[in-house]
């Protein structure tokens, strides 16, 4: 049975930091691609940063130079290091896994950022 599980959201001010990691048990995260979404109220999900199972690097032009996505295979978790964060960085964050050539999809049930002062 696979599960992600996120973690690390919470309140922080304008130009704070926050470390958001997702936890995967049941899979084997070498063999995924990983990434980071955001959804506002109201709003779509959005892609924020990805990480391939060959450790590639993607982002979002809105977090581009203030956030990092990482990976530790052997804790079965990847990281997204938030920095500089803005209020309109507020979001629920979500983490994706996919299966590389299978496809298969999963997703975390999110941890809240409020970014505010």
């Known amino acids: 049975q696979v599960q992600l599980v996120e973690s690390g959201g919470g309140l922080v001010k304008p130009g704070g930091s926050l470390r958001l990691s997702c936890a995967a048990s049941g899979l084997t995260y070498d063999l995924y691609h990983v990434g980071w979404y955001r959804q506002r109220p109201g709003k779509q999900r959005d892609l924020v940063a990805l990480?391939?199972?060959?450790?590639?690097?993607n982002y979002a032009d809105s977090v581009k130079g203030r956030f990092t996505i990482s990976r530790d295979n052997g804790k079965n978790t990847v990281y997204l290091q938030m920095n500089s964060l803005k209020p309109e960085d507020t979001s629920i964050y979500y983490c994706?896994?996919?299966?590389?050539?299978?496809?298969?999809?999963?997703w975390g049930q999110g941890t809240k950022v409020t970014v505010s002062s």
């Open positions: 990480i391939t199972n060959r450790n590639n690097a």
């Open positions: 994706k896994a996919q299966r590389i050539m299978i496809g298969e999809v999963y």
